[in-house]
Structures are given as C-alpha cells and as structure tokens.
T-cell receptor, first 116, second 117 residues
Framework: AQSVTQPDIHITVSEGASLELRCNYS??????LFWYVQSPGQGLQLLLKYFSGDTLVQGIKGFEAEFKRSQSSFNLRKPSVHWSDAAEYFCAVGAGLTGGGNKLTFGTGTQLKVEL | EAGVAQSPRYKIIEKRQSVAFWCNPISGHATLYWYQQILGQGPKLLIQ????????DSQLPKDRFSAERLKGVDSTLKIQPAKLEDSAVYLC???????????????FGPGTRLTVL
C-alpha cells in the first residue's frame, strides 16, 4: 500500500527566506506525486504534480519540487517566501484505479508560518 | 469555470443524529471523490464515483456512511447515525480524465465542517 510521510508538522520562516518542505513516499511502482496547499477554510489547491520525465517540476506561485527516486522523496521548494504563502501543505502519492481516476494518499501536512 | 460546490459549509449535530452533505462537481467532470479530513490529518478517500458507478469505497464505513451519485452529476454523502469521531471536514473533489492519469487533476471544493456533539 502507498503511504506518504511529511516529517515536519510546523515550519516557520521569515518572509523572503527560502523554503523546503520535506516529503517521503512509499510506493511499489513509479509514483504519481502531488503537492497541494490548503488555506484556512478553503479546499485544496494543486501546486504541482510529477508523473514522469524531468525530475524537477515547476508549479504555480513560484514553487518547484524535485523527485528523487533513490531517496523516495519529493521535496517542495521556494526561493523566496511571501507572507501569503502561510498555509498548510500536503504531499500526496497517487495510484491509478482500474475504473479510472487517481487514488490519492495524503501525508499529514506541514503547517507553514511566515514571519514578517 | 465554476469550481466544485459544496453545501452546507458548516454543520453541528448531536451524536446519533443523521446528516447529509451535497456536492456539485465541475461541469463535465466524470469522476467524483469524497474525502474525510480529521483535524491534524491529511484527507482520506472515502469513496470515488466514475459517472454514477462506484470505483472505490474500500475506506467507507458502510455501516453508517452512504453516498450516491444517481445521475452522474451531483452527489450526496450521508452519515446515519453520527458518532463523535465523525467530526471532520468532508471534502468533495472532481476530475475529468478517464484514460490519461498524467492529466488527471483533482479539483477540491471548500469542504463541509461537521461537528458532532
């Protein structure tokens, strides 16, 4: 069965500083990997996804993530954090379903706080 | 393009009562998902529909939870009777692709926050 570990429950960074959120996955085949962001009272918004090809994936809002198969990791990065990036971030691994669609298994999330 | 709509946004009930949540997916999306997100945890898939058929309901507590998508568009998730541990945010998501997983992006609604007292 697939699983995702996000080791950092809370992270605090200063505005303008760089950010890296860690994600480790467990999956028997080539994984489909996702990062979502959730602001208070909002649903989840997709930041980026990896299916194959280039291991460095660019997303929205200046985020990027790098797939490292040898480390079973898919860490999210941003060179310069803005106060509006404060939110909860979820990493997810997907498995295709016979009937169609993608079954996502989410990590427990990392709460990002940005200090001004 | 309108997003995934959910109602109500908030619901407070007593244990052993019943409750229902409604979801309207993005127009044209064949796949609909219901997730349960308990405070401090990531979302957990409860059930997935492809049009009006169930693809995966392996994590749905079928003794108390039920869901339907009769016309392949909007969907209802019901809990009867509710327990304290059902307090959570219930998220609905939809996606369009049937064949290509590389383009299958799930779009989430704002969720319904359920409090069971």
């Amino acid at each position: 069965a697939q699983s995702v570990t996000q080791p950092d429950i809370h992270i605090t960074v200063s505005e303008g500083a760089s950010l890296e959120l860690r994600c480790n996955y467990s999956y028997g085949a080539t994984p489909y990997l996702f990062w979502y962001v959730q602001s208070p009272g909002q649903g989840l918004q997709l930041l980026l996804k990896y299916f194959s090809g280039d291991t460095l994936v660019q997303g929205i809002k200046g985020f990027e993530a790098e797939f490292k198969r040898s480390q079973s990791s898919f860490n999210l990065r941003k060179p310069s954090v803005h106060w509006s990036d404060a939110a909860e971030y979820f990493c997810a691994v997907g498995a295709g379903l016979t009937g169609g669609g993608n079954k996502l298994t989410f990590g427990t999330g990392t709460q990002l706080k940005v200090e001004l | 393009e309108a997003g995934v709509a959910q109602s109500p946004r908030y619901k407070i009930i007593e244990k052993r009562q019943s409750v229902a949540f409604w979801c309207n997916p993005i127009s044209g999306h064949a796949t609909l998902y219901w997730y349960q997100q308990i405070l401090g945890q990531g979302p957990k898939l409860l059930i997935q529909f492809q049009n009006n058929g169930v693809v995966d309901d392996s994590q749905l507590p079928k003794d108390r939870f039920s869901a339907e998508r009769l016309k392949g568009v909007d969907s209802t998730l019901k809990i009867q009777p509710a327990k304290l541990e059902d307090s959570a945010v219930y998220l609905c998501a939809s996606s369009s692709s049937l064949l290509s997983l590389s383009t299958d992006t799930q779009y989430f609604g704002p969720g319904t926050r359920l409090t069971v007292l």
